[in-house]
Structures are given as structure tokens and as C-alpha cells.
């Protein structure tokens, strides 16, 4: 079974600040990937960045980033740069493969509110 | 291209009835999944599929059914709904193949069962 663990319930940080939002997982799967989503107060989920558990490189998608450290299984989001729209839940998730080799579904973690302060 | 769409957007039931949640996409995408999300939790899959035809179970599907006849379709069946099954659902596809099989989701569905 996979599980991911957000350990950071509510942030508060100043505009124009870089913010480290946690994320650990947990997972028998060789393959796999990492994803970050947002969630705004208006309840959709937005795709913020990508990382596999074979890319050797972290992964960056403008002022995101995704710091990947497999050997502690730790897949932390970076925010550069923090603007005050940037205020929203943030959940990390996992996907591994299913017993056939294909993709299975997202197994998330219980999220981190964020809030970006003037 | 609209993407993943999901109706109704908002719905109130009573304890024992039945709806359907509908959930459509034009992107071509094997992989479509139901997920619920209940206050202060991350997403749960209730349901996936990776073709037509083809379902399976995922974390929390007791109390729902799902088919998928089309590849642009998948609904979500409450047979008997009940209070501790509202929550948010929201829709889900993607590629089936690994890579960035990133997935998209829906604008979601608010459910409240009285």
C-alpha cells in the first residue's frame, strides 16, 4: 500500500518569501510518480509539477520546484518567490502501477494550507 | 476541447435515494477515476478504469457502483445514499501509459445527503 504523509496542517508566510511545503512517502513500487496539486478556495484541482522515480534531475515548472530525495523518500514542494495567490490547500500525491503494469490512481496526503501574508 | 466535465455541479439527496454523478471527457484518455474528498482529507479513489469495459475498486467503493461503456464516459452510481457519503467527488483521467500520465480532473461535484 502506498501512503503519504503531509506533516505541515496550515503555513503562514510573508509575500515575496520562499516557502518548503513536506511531503514523505511510502511505497514497495520501483516505478512511480510524485505530483503536487493546488486547491483554491473555489475547490478546483490545479497541477503544479511532476517528478518520476526514475528522473535523475529535480523537477522545476517555473518559481515550483520539486525537491526529490529517494533514498528518504521525501518529495518536498518549493515555492520561489511566494505572491499573495498562492494562498490555497497544497497536496502532495503518489501514483504507482497497478497489477498489470499500468497506471494505477492517486493516493494523496492530507494537504498543507497555505497562506501568503502582505 | 472541454476537458472533464462533471454534472451536477451541486445535489442534495435524501437517506436511501439514488443518483447518478455524471463525469465526461474529450481528451481521448484511457485511465478515468472517481475520487471523493471529505473536510480536512486529501483525495480518496473510489473508483477507476483503464479502458471501456473495464473497472476496478479503489480505496472507499463501498456503497458505489460505476461502468464504462464509452471511452468519454464514466458515472458514478449511489445505490442507496447515505449521510456519511456526502462529501465532494470529483472526476479524473489520464493516459494509461507511465511518464507524466498527469491527471485532470473535473470542477467536482458537491454532495449532500440529508
Known amino acids: 500500500a502506498q501512503k503519504i504523509t503531509q506533516t505541515q496542517p496550515g503555513m503562514f508566510v510573508q509575500e515575496k518569501e520562499a516557502v518548503t511545503l513536506d511531503c514523505t512517502y511510502d511505497t514497495s513500487d520501483q516505478s512511480y510518480g510524485l505530483f503536487w496539486y493546488k486547491q483554491p478556495s473555489s475547490g478546483e484541482m490545479i497541477f503544479l509539477i511532476y517528478q518520476g522515480s526514475y528522473d535523475e534531475q529535480n523537477a522545476t515548472e517555473g518559481r515550483y520546484s520539486l525537491n526529490f530525495q529517494k533514498a528518504r523518500k521525501s518529495a518536498n514542494l518549493v515555492i520561489s518567490a511566494s505572491q499573495l495567490g498562492d494562498s490555497a490547500m497544497y497536496f502532495c500525491a503518489m501514483r504507482g502501477v497497478d497489477s498489470g503494469g499500468g497506471a494505477d490512481g492517486l493516493t494523496f496526503g492530507k494537504g498543507t494550507h497555505l497562506i501568503i501574508q502582505p | 476541447n472541454a476537458g472533464v466535465t462533471q454534472t451536477p455541479k451541486f445535489q442534495v439527496l435524501k437517506t436511501g435515494q439514488s443518483m447518478t454523478l455524471q463525469c465526461a471527457q474529450d481528451?481521448?484518455?484511457?485511465?478515468m477515476s472517481w475520487y471523493r474528498q471529505d473536510p480536512g482529507m486529501g483525495l480518496r479513489l473510489i473508483h477507476y478504469?483503464?479502458?471501456?469495459?473495464?473497472?476496478d475498486q479503489g480505496e472507499v467503493p463501498n456503497g458505489y457502483n460505476v461502468s464504462r461503456s464509452t471511452t468519454e464516459d464514466f458515472p458514478l452510481r449511489l445505490l442507496s445514499a447515505a449521510p456519511s457519503q456526502t462529501s465532494v467527488y470529483f472526476c479524473?483521467?489520464?493516459?494509461?501509459?507511465?511518464?507524466?500520465?498527469?491527471?485532470?480532473f473535473g470542477p467536482g461535484t458537491r454532495l449532500t445527503v440529508l
Open positions: 479524473a483521467s489520464s493516459y494509461v501509459a507511465g511518464g507524466n500520465n498527469e491527471q485532470f
Open positions: 478504469s483503464v479502458g471501456a469495459g473495464i473497472t
Open positions: 481528451m481521448n484518455h484511457e485511465y
